[in-house]
């Protein structure tokens, strides 16, 4: 091979690792499942979903071929998934709101909480947090998730995107700018529900 060849694909493609199912699922089940439903899966749909996500992973893992992180390309394939699963709701008339699906498992609440008013407080928090995502568009709202709660770097977060890392930039900037009007505007609606 050539000096050429070699910079071009430093790591020939037998040369690459490729890993197993299980440890794909071992490793990434949990941020898929973070992710499914902070990009806005209903609670009821989230088990349907990731379940959805790894059967492609398992049905295309012959196709990875290393040039991403595992991570990058089970993303990608959850931006898929979760897509076709909106496109469904909405031509099913849309689908019911986080305070009717919210439930205090799993993510949701912290089973470790100290008390039952801790831990429904957290399942608040999360609710609203789960609402005021509802309120960005799916382009700034998936670089949000990635960058402030799964704390995935701006060029990692492009390169899962496919996306120049300056619209990264550009949409995390306007998403973080929405999120605070929104999250400003709740905080209004309580105080005044508050207010005597």
């Known amino acids: 091979m050539t000096a050429l060849a070699l910079a071009i694909d430093p790591a020939p493609a037998a040369a690459r690792e490729v890993p197993s ?5 071992e490793q990434l089940f949990d941020f898929v499942w973070r992710s499914a439903r902070r990009l806005g899966v209903a609670e009821a749909a989230i088990d349907d979903v990731v379940q959805e996500v790894f059967l492609v992973v398992h049905r295309r893992l012959g196709d990875f071929e290393g040039r991403s992180s ?7 394939i959850l931006l898929r998934v979760v897509s ?18 919210a439930s205090t498992q799993g993510e949701m609440v912290d089973e470790r909480a100290e008390c039952p008013a801790g831990a429904l407080e957290q399942a608040e928090a999360v609710r609203l947090l789960h609402r005021l995502l509802d309120e960005l568009d799916d382009d700034k709202r998936t670089v949000f ?13 492009a ?8 619209t990264v930039y550009s949409r995390l900037r306007a998403a973080r700018i929405e999120f605070e009007k929104a999250l400003a505007r709740h905080r209004a609606r309580e105080s005044h529900r508050r207010a005597p």
């Not at 076709?84 to 699906?101: F, I, L, N, V």
């Not at 998730?145 to 977060?157: G, K, Y």
């Not at 390169?159 to 300056?166: A, F, R, S």
């Open 21 to 25: 199912f299980e440890a794909i699922y």
């Open 70 to 76: 595992p991570k990058t390309w089970v993303f990608a």
């Open 84 to 101: 076709d699963w909106r496109r469904t709701q909405r031509r099913k008339g849309g689908h019911a709101s986080y305070d009717a699906m």
């Open 145 to 157: 998730v990635l960058a402030e709660l799964e704390q995935t770097t701006a060029p990692e977060i």
């Open 159 to 166: 390169e899962m995107l496919g996306i120049p890392l300056n």
